[in-house]
């Protein structure tokens, strides 16, 4: 069982930067992807960002490449999204998720609780 813990969302102009963080405890060492997705009232999960646990790869969604950086910290069990140049279609719930390295939502098998991000001026 994995438990993942997000912090970090808020209210922020557009052009601004927040980080999210997503702590893991629990069964991780199973797992190779950890990933982050979004998701606005009415439409599926989108796929953000996800890295490798192991090798530190990473891969973005076309929406967010060049704005936005995953990284993870082993020895706090920890993920980033550092979040850059901020637009308003950005507002979204942000999900951490473990489970492959994919950018499929079914192929993560445990999600954090969620935290908003409100891009507005």
């Known amino acids: 069982q994995v438990q993942l813990v997000e912090s970090g969302g808020g209210l922020v102009h557009p052009g601004g930067s927040l980080r999210l963080s997503c702590a893991a405890s629990?069964?991780?060492?199973?797992?190779?992807?950890m990933g982050w997705f979004r998701q606005t009232p009415g439409n599926e999960r989108e796929f953000v960002a996800v890295i490798s646990w192991t090798v530190g790869i990473t891969h973005y969604g076309d929406s967010v490449k060049g704005r936005f950086t995953i990284s993870r910290d082993k020895a706090k069990n920890t993920v980033y999204l550092q979040m850059n140049s901020l637009k308003p279609e950005d507002t979204a719930v942000y999900y951490c998720?473990?489970?492959?390295?994919?950018?499929?939502?079914?192929?993560?098998?445990?999600w954090g609780q969620g935290t908003q991000v409100t891009v507005s001026s």
């Open positions: 998720a473990v489970g492959s390295f994919s950018a499929a939502a079914t192929d993560f098998r445990s």
């Open positions: 629990g069964r991780t060492f199973s797992s190779n992807g």
